[in-house]
Nanobody, 133 residues
Framework: QVRLEESGGGAVQTGESLTLACAAPGVWRDANTVAWFRQAPGKAREGLAA????????YYADAVQGRFTISRDVAANTVYLHMTDLNPGDTAMYYCAADYFDPSQYGGSWSFYVLSPDEYKHWGQGTQVTVSS
């Protein structure tokens, strides 16, 4: 069973940085992809970044490309989301998720589906990030 636990959220001011952690013991036994999502009040959950175990390939949503970085510490079974230049629009609950995928089954649309929350079965409880102006 994949268990995920997010940490590192908090209250920051515009322009500051924050690093979230997703502790996932043994995740790479049962999953090959870990991703970060967020959900603001009244809005749909959106994909931010994903990392694949096979080749370490990373995927980013256009909205956060260049500001957010996904990385992992294999020994610590932890996946991180480093966020820079935060603004009030980044205020949301942040979640990590994991699952096993065969990208070849998605054809040329894999880069879309890897950031789609509907594709993931395993989720953490989330950590709140609040950015004030």
């Amino acid at each position: 069973q994949v268990r995920l636990e997010e940490s590192g959220g908090g209250a920051v001011q515009t322009g500051e940085s924050l690093t979230l952690a997703c502790a996932a013991p043994g995740v790479w036994r049962d999953a090959n992809t870990v991703a970060w999502f967020r959900q603001a009040p009244g809005k749909a959950r959106e994909g931010l970044a994903a990392l694949m175990d096979r080749d370490g390939h990373k995927y980013y949503a256009d909205a956060v490309q260049g500001r957010f970085t996904i990385s992992r510490d294999v020994a610590a079974n932890t996946v991180y989301l480093h966020m820079t230049d935060l603004n009030p629009g980044d205020t949301a609950m942040y979640y990590c998720a994991a699952d096993y995928f065969d990208p070849s089954q998605y054809g040329g649309s894999w880069s879309f589906y890897v950031l789609s929350p509907d594709e993931y079965k395993h989720w953490g409880q989330g950590t709140q990030v609040t950015v004030s102006s």
